[in-house]
């Protein structure tokens, strides 16, 4: 999970928790409970009011959700024990609409090996209100060295930043239009 945490965090939220790269260097040598205790930490922190980041894996190969962050189960409308188990077509989460488009990329990113860093997305908040999100995943890779599940981290954007990673990822320049993409139920 550390290295999965250390792909995205470096590759879409470098500024995001410096102190934690102090705390997670002993990480590789942690027993099960250490990793833990430490997991717990860092999902206590990532809730803090200053912070916008939600924080969640998922066990493969079906991808259901084994952790995240309070602000993600909130997302999500539920208390985060209660999202453990489902997965991202269950009825009771507003992005079900959506919940092809992301076992796709939790698909790609579990058996490519690689993760995918800014992804720009149109998401149902649970008070129906449709946001843009800018998340990133990457495999955890377990001890035999092949995938067990996705980690991710994602943040709501305002139009304003969706334009910039929009431009950014393309190539396009901002002086072209910005297409906003038609928030689609059947994706």
Not at 8 to 29: C, D, F, I, Y
Not at 60 to 82: L, S
Request: charged share 30%; proline share 5%.
């Amino acid at each position: 999970m550390l290295a999965a945490y250390r792909t995205v965090k470096n590759g879409s939220w470098p500024q995001l928790h410096t102190a934690m790269e102090r705390r997670v260097a002993h990480w590789p040598r942690a027993s099960e409970a250490e990793l833990a205790a430490e997991l717990e930490g860092y999902l206590t922190e990532t809730d803090a009011p200053d912070l916008a980041v939600r924080v969640f894996w998922k066990m493969g190969p079906k991808f259901v959700f084994a952790g995240c962050n309070d602000r993600f189960a909130r997302d999500a409308g539920v208390r985060a024990a209660e999202l453990m188990g489902m997965d991202d077509f269950d009825s009771r989460l507003p992005w079900k609409p959506q919940a092809s488009k992301y076992r796709a990329d939790d698909a790609e990113v579990f058996e490519s090996g690689v993760a995918k860093l800014d992804i720009l997305e149109r998401q149902k908040s649970p008070s129906g209100d449709v946001i843009w999100l800018r998340a990133g995943k990457a495999p955890i890779v377990g001890a035999a060295g092949r995938a067990i599940g996705v980690f991710g981290m994602s943040e709501t954007v305002d139009d304003k930043e969706a334009k910039k990673i929009f431009f950014a990822k393309t190539g396009e320049t901002a002086t072209q239009t910005f297409k906003v993409p038609k928030f689609d139920d059947t994706r």
